[in-house]
């Protein structure tokens, strides 16, 4: 099984937090592990095991071509000793790509398809024709989020946090949020922000979790106004604050979901959203591999090294 490594929890010191009295600290889940970063780290731990578990020799997964999830199961796999094949969202595989690069480089079998094939990935006719063509595999769903996702992200919150009466997350697919809902204490409110444009997110969540039969003991806020344009899409003002916390903090946030979710929860604070007291931790999903694409992509410098 993977081994995780100690998490740290950076706290930030700020004269805005002084004044309204709210701590705040910052849990760094993207150190939890050298290749598989983030949450990933749990949503990938499950579901590993259980393709070992089931002698499967391969596993196969979905995902678009910057994708945190495509980058951390190339190299979780290859830890357990299983080939792992991708498909890619889109008609190109661009050899400069570097989440690809990566991928390809600690063995992932590539294949890209277009986005209109793509959206057949959850249907039964076009699994079995992948097992066709690749063998068989264990599948784990685009995004990463099922019951064993969140069996593993139930596992992010531990005694450590409980002094905490914030937790701040962004939200993908929702398997993190789902994991760390299931083990919120009464007194905890989880913050979710969401990566992606659209209201249907509330119903797609309540939905989540019903299926999945979490019942969270604490309380649950959800906020949509920090897409910024939409998944994958930025403001100028979002690569700001991704510069301004670096400076002011030293840590690395990404443009997809981390910078959102940091912006969100530093406009909460100045809005008085925390009351006096308050203790608020982020999160830090990872995805920083994501990165050096973002800037490849767009041309904008983010903050750190780049290399
Ligand atoms: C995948 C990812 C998310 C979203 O997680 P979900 O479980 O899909 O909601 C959030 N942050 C980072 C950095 C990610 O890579």
């Not at 094939?117 to 699994?127: G, S």
């Not at 998944?231 to 946030?253: D, P, Q, R, T, V």
């Amino acid at each position: 099984m993977l081994p995780r490594q100690h998490i740290p929890n950076t706290q930030l010191q700020h004269p805005l937090l002084d004044q309204l009295k709210v701590e705040m600290g910052v849990m760094r889940l993207d150190q939890v592990h050298p290749t598989v970063s983030g949450n990933k780290f749990f949503k990938l731990k499950y579901n590993l095991a259980e393709a070992l578990k089931q002698n499967h020799k391969q596993v196969l997964t979905f995902g678009g071509a910057y994708s945190n999830h495509i980058h951390a199961t190339a190299a979780a796999a290859k830890l357990e000793g299983l080939q792992s094949i991708g498909i890619i969202r889109g008609e190109l595989l661009d050899s400069q790509n570097p989440t690809l690069r990566y991928a390809k480089e600690v063995g992932m079998l590539l294949k890209s398809i277009s986005r209109e094939l793509y959206r057949n990935k959850i249907h039964p006719e076009f699994l079995n024709q992948l097992r066709q063509d690749w063998g068989e595999f264990y599948l784990i769903p685009e995004g990463g989020t099922n019951a064993l996702a969140i069996k593993g992200t139930t596992e992010i919150l531990s005694s450590n946090q409980s002094n905490f009466s914030h937790l701040a997350t962004p939200i993908g697919t929702g398997g993190t949020f789902a994991g760390l809902a299931n083990s919120l204490l009464p007194q905890q409110e989880l913050i979710g922000i969401s990566a992606l444009k659209g209201e249907a997110f509330h119903a797609e969540m309540k939905h989540l979790l019903h299926k999945h039969r979490i019942k969270s003991k604490g309380n649950i806020a959800l906020f949509t106004q920090y897409h910024h344009g939409g998944y994958a899409k930025w403001s100028s003002e979002l690569i700001e604050f991704i510069h301004w916390f670096w400076e002011s903090f030293g840590i690395l946030l990404d443009p997809i979901y981390t910078g959102k979710m940091a912006f969100a929860v530093w406009d909460l604070l100045q809005k008085k959203y925390f009351k006096p007291g308050s203790r608020v931790l982020l999160i830090h999903t990872g995805g920083l591999q994501g990165n050096l694409g973002f800037t490849q992509r767009t041309g904008i410098i983010l903050p750190g090294p780049l290399t």
